[in-house]
């Protein structure tokens, strides 16, 4: 163990990290936000070619709320959260973010 009592990097367990991420999305005409593409800080894109589901999704931040959606990239389903910032006056509506398995 080290001075923080995590164990070395070589002998941590696999974890889920929350990765904020920049995220293209439309508004239609009644205010339904739909997202069209995740890029990571890196300068990748991933398109998303479908949403197949929205739902409510509470978040582990006290005094948050958020949305997840279920979308398609590449093929494959993924979730994409929405977390919503709460400040009135806060000209941020929100943040995006994923979650990746770190080994």
Same mark, same amino acid.
């Given at each position: ?7 070395? *990097? ?8 929350? @990765? ?6 439309? #508004?239609? *005409?009644?205010?339904? &936000?739909?997202?069209? *593409? +995740? +890029? ?5 894109? #991933? ?9 409510? *999704? ?13 979308? &398609? +990239? ?6 994409? #959260? #929405?977390?919503?910032?709460?400040? +009135?006056?806060?000209?941020? @509506? ?6 990746? &398995?770190?080994?």
């Amino acid at each position: 163990m080290n001075r923080t009592n995590r164990p070395p *990097a070589h002998l941590s367990q696999p974890h889920v990290e929350k @990765i904020y991420v920049k995220v293209t999305t439309d #508004f239609d *005409a009644t205010g339904m &936000m739909t997202p069209k *593409a +995740i +890029i990571w800080s890196d300068g990748r894109i #991933f398109p998303i070619e479908k949403v197949t589901d929205y739902r409510p *999704a509470s978040t582990l931040d006290p005094g948050r709320t958020g949305d997840c959606y279920t979308v &398609m +990239i590449k093929g494959e389903r993924k979730h994409l #959260f #929405f977390q919503r910032n709460r400040l +009135i006056g806060d000209h941020r @509506i929100g943040r995006w973010w994923v979650e990746v &398995m770190v080994v």
